[in-house]
Structure formats: structure tokens, C-alpha cells
């Protein structure tokens, strides 16, 4: 993955994840976002939240029926 391309990933998820912390947030003040995953039709991001950093996991993916036997 080229570097531009991560950091377009990068933005966009922390954008993304900013968002979903607030709407569980705004669900219940007493819980907060932990892990979001998301699934596209090539990739699985993943995004792991803590005080002083999130860690973000792109991951290529395919369905059971799409992978060969070796």
C-alpha cells in the first residue's frame, strides 16, 4: 500500500470512527466505543481505540466460497 493511499485510509477512518464514538456516546453516556470493524467487498478494517493512540488494520478478505483449497 502506498503511503498516500494509507493515509487517505487513515483519514477517513478516523473521521469515520470520531462519529461512531459520539453516536454511542449520545445512545449512553456510560459506554464508549472500543473496536470498530467494518467490512468492504475487498477489505476488513479494523480499529482499535485508546487515550493516546488508535490502531487502524486493513486487511485483504474473501469469502469461503472465493478461496481455493492448496
Known amino acids: 500500500m502506498t503511503q498516500e493511499t494509507a493515509e487517505q485510509y487513515s483519514e477517513a477512518m478516523m473521521s469515520l470512527a470520531s462519529q461512531a464514538r459520539s453516536v ?9 466505543l472500543k473496536y470498530l470493524r467494518v467490512r ?7 480499529v ?23
Open 24 to 32: 454511542v456516546r449520545d445512545l449512553n453516556p456510560k459506554n464508549e
Open 40 to 46: 468492504a467487498k475487498r477489505h476488513e478494517i479494523m
Open 48 to 70: 482499535a481505540f485508546d487515550v493516546q493512540f488508535i490502531v487502524i488494520v486493513i486487511q485483504r478478505w474473501t469469502s469461503a466460497g472465493e478461496r481455493t483449497s492448496a
